[in-house]
């Protein structure tokens, strides 16, 4: 333990030695990577005719990484922000810069804070704050709220979870010793305990043999005392004698009485292990014994250890596996005592629910190791044996570290594994999420945005004969019967014919299918409330469609 301890001391010390180094790192890290994203802003944004976007782009870099380490979350929601530019206009130049931003910050968010619901509440937030953003800034309104959501998911999302995925691996790893650690001391702890308990158990029947042989002393030192033919100074010899035994006597069982943890014996006093067999027959269980009768001159603690070994094994019989039948067969030579104890599958399987501590078998080892003999343990057919062989002469065997390793798997192998398991799943379960959760966002937003893409699609219609019948210089009043509920906003990327002084143009959709590759639409320009040009906008007539060669004005 003190080996330990002044490890972890020094371990300590060289943690908080390396602390600068680790911190001049990081900050030539973040340093390095501001750069490389400012760099990128200046290319990217310094051929905007807005200039503000230079100023934008460097000043929201800049803020997202100074935050990035202390307030993750603040960082990616200004990079979030900075994403709404992709929804302006910018001269047909679609910005990167912001993605490329959002794509570092998601990931430094998901490695330093990679709880789900902060991020969760963030990017429904933006979502929502995109709406009033991209129909009151950007011409194609809802097209460009489907497009950042699109850029959130995978420059922010996907980067995220990715991010978290990379800290949970590295925290399993970095763990992995510290929690060896922790169960290795709890197995000792667990393990050290059992062998106490199993020390005073041992001290109990040697108080008894003891007890014994003193009381018998004590006896023959009172016949002494009375008996005839002494002088005064043998009697008072032999009483003295009497009384040592008596008080010997009293201070072993005090002493017992210390160590004792149960208020009384859960056994009776001295019982066989034929007794033992028959008292648990009486209760249903199954068990078929071959029992040698004790020799002569067997040492009484290896009685003791044989029938330790079968009390315990049947035990756990009767607690994890009911049902199953016992085989118990002891074999007593003239120089050591061999004791098996099997049992069969249970029929209905093993209690639910249910798992051994093991200190049971931990207890064994120490009392035969007590005895210098050997324990083993493990399955067998589908059930489990332990065999034991106890030799009559042998003194108290060292204990091994084979034995000390195979006790202290016992105790905590299951825990071990399910801390395992579990940390594993819980990466495994964020590579998935890394992987799911983007597509499936990505479904979703494909989903809304071409649902709200039909709608106002078929909403913006305005047939051909309704189109036919709309005249220059009627008013807005008079046609509004003909003209449909909502403006097209998918519109023909062509060159359109100048704008009227003082008009202002709508726009409306044609009878051509939307999945269409060429896209056209009708233009209405009012001016003081009367219509003062319309035209068909079609992205044939750009290119010289000959079924269209007619301009702009029909």
Request: hydrophobic share 40%; glycine share 10%; with cysteine.
């Amino acid at each position: 333990m003190a080996d330990r301890s002044s490890r972890l001391v020094a371990s300590c010390r060289v943690k908080d030695a390396e602390e600068p180094v680790r911190r001049g790192r990081r900050l030539v890290m973040d340093v390095a990577l501001w750069l490389g994203l400012c760099g990128w802003v200046v290319i990217d944004a310094g051929s905007s005719t807005r200039h503000w976007e230079l100023l934008a782009g460097l000043a929201a870099t800049t803020a997202a990484i100074a935050l990035a380490r202390r307030y993750p979350l603040v960082s990616l929601a200004i990079a979030m922000v900075a994403s709404f530019v992709v929804m302006g206009s910018f001269g047909g130049r679609v910005p990167i810069w912001e993605g490329f931003v959002l794509v570092a910050v998601g990931y430094l968010a998901g490695y330093r804070q990679p709880v789900a619901k902060p991020m969760l509440r963030l990017f429904a937030a933006v979502s929502v704050l995109a709406v009033p953003v991209a129909l009151l800034w950007s011409k194609d309104g809802f097209a460009s709220w489907g497009a950042l959501l699109g850029v959130l998911v995978f420059a922010g999302v996907t980067p995220w979870l990715l991010g978290r995925y990379v800290r949970q691996r590295e925290d399993m790893a970095r763990d992995g010793w510290r929690r060896a650690e922790e169960m290795e001391s709890r197995q000792r702890l667990v393990a050290d305990r059992a062998r106490l308990r199993e020390r005073t158990r041992i001290a109990s029947d040697m108080h008894d043999s003891l007890g014994h042989e003193l009381s018998l002393i004590a006896v023959r030192a009172a016949a002494l005392e009375v008996a005839g033919g002494l002088d005064e100074p043998q009697r008072r010899a032999a009483g003295e004698l009497r009384q040592s035994a008596a008080t010997a006597t009293e201070r072993l069982r005090e002493i017992i009485g210390v160590l004792r943890e149960d208020d009384a014996p859960t056994e009776p006093v001295h019982e066989s292990i034929d007794e033992l067999l028959d008292r648990t027959r009486a209760s249903g269980v199954l068990i078929e014994s071959s029992v040698d009768e004790p020799l002569d001159g067997e040492p009484q603690m290896v009685d003791r250890a044989a029938y330790r070994v079968v009390q315990e094994s049947v035990t756990n019989v009767v607690k994890h596996a009911p049902g199953a039948a016992v085989t118990v067969r002891v074999v007593r030579s003239e120089g050591q005592t061999d004791v098996v104890v099997t049992n069969s599958a249970p029929p209905a399987g093993p209690l639910p629910g249910r798992t051994s501590g093991k200190r049971g078998l931990i207890g064994l080892r120490e009392r035969v190791r007590f005895v210098g003999g050997t324990l083993r343990a493990g399955p067998r057919d589908g059930g489990f044996e332990v065999s034991a062989t106890l030799p009559h002469d042998a003194a108290p065997s060292e204990e091994s570290p084979e034995s000390q390793a195979a006790m202290d798997a016992e105790v905590g192998q299951s825990t071990s594994a399910r801390e395992l398991e579990r940390a594993r799943r819980d990466v495994r379960r964020s590579l998935i999420q890394a992987i799911v959760v983007p597509i499936g966002l990505f479904g979703v937003v494909v989903g809304i945005s071409g649902a709200v893409f039909l709608v106002q699609w078929y909403g913006s219609e305005l047939p051909g004969g309704d189109y036919a019948r709309i005249h220059v210089g009627q008013t807005r009043a008079e046609i509004a019967s003909l003209l449909p509920s909502g403006q097209r906003i998918a519109r023909p990327r062509t060159v359109e014919a100048p704008v009227p002084p003082g008009a202002t143009c709508e726009y409306y959709g044609t009878e051509r299918s939307v999945f269409n590759l060429n896209y056209e639409a009708y233009r209405l320009c009012f001016a003081e409330g009367k219509l003062v040009a319309k035209d068909l906008i079609s992205e044939d007539e750009q290119k010289g469609d000959p079924d269209d060669p007619g301009g702009a004005g029909r």
